[in-house]
């Protein structure tokens, strides 16, 4: 099992298990209405022409590697700043490491460079400046079961 960092709205107790894509039901349930629907649509556009390979984030559910990196993000991104931070495990062997060292920069803008977005599914390039930020966010395709509530 692979141990990862996930924020959840609700508090749920070690054991539970969470369901990948939760976010794309609400992002395809509330359409335009929705604040992130245009950030997703990008995404998923240039995922969808150039990196097919790589999983919709509307079907995933999103962790990070470190417990530092997801602070990182509740200290930079207006969406986790209320949540709750759990140590989560899954089984799943090679999950999609995606980039985010640009996209930090740009993440809440309704429109996206291209740029920042294939940098995003490139996945996970170790920039060579050790005094670099460090900022992966892992999408997993398959279930996670909470371990702990930090």
């Known amino acids: 099992m692979n141990s990862y960092f996930h ?3 609700i508090l749920l107790a070690p054991g539970s298990v969470i369901e990948p894509g939760n976010f794309g ?6 359409g335009t209405e929705h604040r992130l629907f245009r950030r997703e649509m ?14 919709s984030r509307l079907d995933c559910l999103f ?11 509740r200290t930079n991104i207006e969406g986790y700043a209320k ?33 920042v ?9 170790r920039s060579l400046d050790p005094q670099a930020v460090i900022l992966r966010e892992v999408l997993l395709r398959s279930p996670a079961t909470i371990r702990r509530r930090i």
């Not at 995606?98 to 740009?106: E, I, P, R, W, Y």
């Open 7 to 9: 924020f959840c709205p």
């Open 63 to 73: 962790c990070f590697p470190t417990r530092q990196e997801a602070e990182l993000c």
């Open 83 to 115: 949540s709750v931070l759990y140590e989560v495990e899954s089984a799943e062997a090679t999950p999609h490491i995606a980039d985010m060292n640009n996209g930090l920069q740009h993440f809440a803008l309704a429109a996206f460079d291209d740029e």
């Open 25 to 30: 039901r609400i992002i395809r349930l509330r």
């Open 117 to 125: 977005i294939a940098d995003y599914w490139r996945g996970w390039q």
């Open 42 to 55: 990008a995404y998923e556009s240039l995922r969808h022409r150039l990196f097919r390979n790589c999983p």
